[in-house]
């Protein structure tokens, strides 16, 4: 099993440096959905099958669908030459060197920490909600009044008056 | 040994049905519009799957080269490999299955919203403006359909208080769910149509404004897979309709199981033919106003009551 995760990892760890080093927005945006589902898989290899499943249907599924959908409607790609004179290779130096120190310091400090088994037993979905529905019942009232604020959001953004006049008849 | 008949009998079984459906939605078609249809190659024309196929094998497979060649080429396979992933978790009689999983819905869920990806990188690839209006099309209706496809399901869930499509076939054993998640059902199958984009909510393809929408610049094999993938659905979504509402493969016991399976996910094929050739085919906003206005209400309403009654009966 070590080894699938292993390999989902660093399937994970290669396509989010594609993604955000690609020049091509959708190639990007592929890369990033190949990301989540790696990522799954890591969920589902830790025991975590609804996680895992959620994974690919919100985040894979849904919002990445989003993502796609509206940089199909800009058609963005036309300023791909811009944005090459934009990044140079230069630029990556520094903040590569600084980020592989903090991810040494990092690797350092876990070292010392105890470790944890984690995946002793599956998680199904009814524990899930059980849990969701008793100790945590509070965020997720939260996070469906933050949810609800959005919809009125957009609602308010999307309505239109009505029509009296045909709209060459119209004041401009 | 016998693992691997059923493997082989899950992946060819829908495959075969789904070329079969082919001939199968002509002929129907054509008997509810009062003509013949192709009644020519071989017995009342069952070989006109054999010819098409490989009329579509030796045609030219042309790339156009204004398109994303490694995005066109990828989006043809990704709606077969997600429906075809689909039917693993589904149980074609007792024994008959690939996989038990506890997460079965969620996994079939997730696959049929990977499916999108392959409408719409298809239309997107193609860089032709009538593709990529319709793989904008496909991908807010799917989105759209995908919301409440979710939510109508969750009744049948709470009833069989599992995942799993086995045992939700099982929890049927009493009475199928179609009676008591009759709601559910009605909301489920439009959200189908509209998920397989058959014909009454075909707007992707919509060949009347679209000329043919996202596979307008597809041939040969590559626009068979589309082609085979749109009935791969149907018989995906019929089977799941079956096992989720109809009871699966329950039946009486002169016949053998999964004889029962294929012959109510028959009937659905049958139903979906008929909605073809009967309905025609609403605008785009009226679409989305239906789904978001009615339908989703409705799948809210529908999960409410079946939770209330539940917790007032346990």
Not at chain 1, 81 to 105: C, F, G, H, T, Y
Not at chain 2, 236 to 264: E, Q
């Amino acid at each position: 099993m070590e080894v699938f995760f292993y390999i989902a990892a660093v399937i994970a760890i290669i396509s989010t440096i594609m993604a955000i080093s690609g020049r091509n927005a959708i190639h990007s945006l592929l890369f990033l959905i190949l990301s989540l589902l790696a990522i799954s898989v890591v969920f589902y290899l830790l025991d975590a099958p609804f996680i895992a499943a959620l994974e690919v249907i919100i985040y894979a599924g849904a919002i990445m669908v989003l993502f796609i959908f509206v940089t199909m409607m800009l058609n963005i790609g036309l300023e791909e030459k811009q944005e090459k004179s934009w990044i140079n290779p230069r630029m990556w130096i520094i903040p590569s060197i600084l980020a592989s120190i903090l991810l040494v310091d990092l690797l350092l400090a876990l070292k010392n920490m105890p470790t944890v088994v984690v995946g002793k037993q599956v998680i199904l979905p009814k524990q899930v909600g059980i849990s969701l529905f008793s100790t945590y019942l509070l965020a997720v009232e939260i996070a469906a009044i933050l949810l609800m604020a959005g919809v009125i959001g957009a609602y308010h953004l999307g309505s239109q008056k009505k029509k009296v006049l045909h709209r060459f008849l119209e004041k401009k | 040994m016998e693992y691997i008949f059923i493997i082989l009998g899950v992946l060819l079984i829908p495959l075969s049905i789904a070329a079969g459906l082919i001939w199968v939605e002509r002929r129907l078609l054509s008997f509810w519009q009062d003509r013949l249809g192709p009644n020519r190659v071989g017995p009342f024309g069952l070989f006109q799957v054999i010819a098409d196929t490989v009329k579509l094998f030796f045609k030219e497979d042309w790339i156009p080269p204004f398109s994303d060649k490694p995005v066109f080429v990828m989006a043809p396979g990704i709606v077969m490999i997600t429906m075809l992933l689909t039917f693993s978790v589904i149980p074609f009689g007792p024994g008959f299955y690939v996989l038990d999983s506890n997460i079965g819905i969620l996994f079939f869920l997730g696959n049929s919203s990977l499916g999108v990806y392959s409408i719409v990188l298809g239309g997107w690839a193609s860089n032709n403006k009538y593709s990529l209006i319709g793989a904008m099309r496909a991908s807010a209706q799917m989105l759209t359909y995908e919301v409440f496809m979710g939510l109508s399901l969750m009744g049948v869930v709470m009833l069989a208080d599992s995942f799993s499509f086995y045992s939700i076939v099982q929890a049927q054993k009493n009475g199928w769910f179609i009676f008591p998640q009759f709601i559910g059902f009605l909301v489920f199958f439009i959200a189908a149509l509209a998920e397989t984009h058959r014909l009454p909510f075909d707007i992707p393809e919509a060949e009347g404004e679209l000329v043919a929408g996202y596979h307008s610049e597809y041939s040969g094999m590559k626009f068979g897979m589309f082609f085979v993938g749109e009935y791969l659905g149907v018989t995906l979504m019929s089977a799941i309709i079956t096992t989720l509402f109809f009871g699966g493969w329950l039946g009486p016991s002169f016949l053998p199981p999964v004889f029962w399976f294929l012959f109510k996910t028959f009937i659905l094929i049958c139903v979906f033919i008929l909605l073809r050739a009967s309905l025609p085919r609403p605008r785009y906003d009226q679409l989305m106003e239906f789904g978001w206005k009615i339908l989703l209400p409705l799948a809210l309403l529908n999960l409410l009551i079946t939770g209330a009654i539940l917790i007032f009966i346990k």
